[in-house]
């Protein structure tokens, strides 16, 4: 029987105010690269602004079909990216609310933070930093990629702030107790990221530097916990597995309401987030049971090492090429380079101009699944590579 926690009474009494937290990012602190062009007004507050660039960017349409962690499915009911990003802009604004935060920052943040995610999740992830790593010495990761598309591809003028919470969201990091770190200007924030390419153990080190962003990390380990169970039965790949739970419970619904109060319970007035031991200690064992069942399971792992690692490999290999020969015709050239640069924003240099692999790993982490499987089949006719996805009624 599932067991879900209250908020105590004086807690509930104190929200019931919705008062503004003193620890809230105040509106007009905010910092963008330049700070000539949109402006805020009445209307579009400097988040709003922040969240509608990154709702009309290109690439926020592709959330839709990235794999969440189950690649191969044609099943509807199965978690995928765009799902996730929804989920932990809820649970994120849930928590801020209550703590009185500002919500149009938690939503800027929330809704950017994996627009840079490859395919095929945390594997496609993995496959391409291993590549790229090569040919240059420089790593991939998906927050510090999701920076660099709002504010190197598409040149956006997003600010510091929504920025830096991306970039340290790293859900698969967790915290018992999560305290922002100030942070005073982009040469600080670009050399944060600049050292992530070089050690990416440096990622380890990011941290928000808004209490909002500090939601907005501990919402995104909320949101995959429960719901990757739910997807891993649909799946059909557990059935009524006897989990731990402990004091988050073991479902979904459990998880989310229990560390959701938890967090408001030991959060409120305060200027970091924090669960209780209890609580923390669940949290870290859940997570540590997902692995174990999921996220390692061979089932998942094997298609995805066998199948997809080379398939990337062989894709990028050919894209190199072709750009490094300028070879105009190719997809690489009339698919992303010319697509990019019809998005008419300013930029410092020709986005063609900028470093091949970098061009190559910027066109690879944007595609979907799907658009990945029918690319290298374009470029592969007679490969022995194939994907074979699991039907609806198999």
């Not at 602190?29 to 290109?58: G, M, Q």
């Not at 005073?184 to 990221?193: K, L, N, Y």
């Not at 109060?261 to 997902?290: C, Q, R, T």
């Amino acid at each position: 029987m599932p067991v879900y926690d209250n908020l105590s009474p004086e807690i509930a009494e104190k929200i019931a105010f919705r008062k503004i937290s003193p620890y809230a990012f105040a509106d007009e602190n905010a910092v963008r690269r330049d700070n000539t062009h949109d402006k805020p007004d009445a209307v579009r507050t400097p988040f709003i602004r922040d969240s509608d660039k990154i709702l009309h960017c290109p690439f926020y349409n592709r959330y839709a079909d990235k794999t969440q962690v189950f690649s191969f499915y044609k099943n509807d009911d199965i978690s995928r990216r765009g799902l996730h990003v929804q989920l932990v802009s809820r649970i994120a604004r849930t928590i801020g609310k209550a703590l009185g935060l500002n919500l149009e920052l938690i939503e800027a943040i929330a809704l950017g933070h994996d627009i840079g995610h490859t395919p095929f999740g945390h594997a496609g992830e993995s496959f391409l930093d291993e590549v790229y790593f090569t040919h240059t010495g420089r790593h991939f990761a998906h927050n510090i990629h999701s920076v660099r598309v709002l504010d190197r591809i598409f040149p956006y003028n997003i600010t510091l702030q929504t920025l830096s919470g991306i970039a340290a969201h790293d859900g698969e990091l967790e915290l018992a107790e999560y305290r922002p770190k100030q942070l005073d200007s982009f040469t600080e924030f670009d050399a944060q990221i600049e050292s992530c390419y070089i050690d990416k153990s440096n990622i380890e080190n990011l941290v928000p530097s808004t209490l909002e962003g500090c939601v907005v990390r501990i919402s995104d380990i909320i949101a995959y916990l429960g719901k990757d169970r739910q997807d891993a039965e649909r799946a059909g790949l557990l059935a009524d597995t006897d989990y731990a739970g402990g004091a988050i419970g073991v479902i979904n619904a459990e998880i989310i309401n229990n560390l959701v109060v938890n967090i408001i319970e030991n959060s409120y007035g305060k200027p970091y987030i924090k669960m209780d031991a209890e609580h923390f200690a669940a949290l870290k064992k859940a997570k540590a049971d997902n692995y174990e069942l999921i996220y390692n399971n061979k089932k998942i792992s094997h298609t995805l090492n066998t199948t997809v690692k080379p398939m990337i490999k062989a894709v990028y290999e050919k894209l190199l090429n072709d750009l490094e020969s300028k070879n105009t015709d190719s997809l690489i050239y009339k698919h992303h380079i010319d697509y990019v640069n019809k998005s008419h924003y300013s930029r410092v240099s020709p986005y063609e101009s900028e470093e091949p692999n970098q061009i190559v790993v910027d066109y690879i982490a944007s595609m979907t699944d799907d658009y990945f499987i029918e690319l290298y089949n374009h470029l592969f006719p007679t490969s022995d590579l194939k994907i074979e996805y699991k039907g609806y009624f198999d």
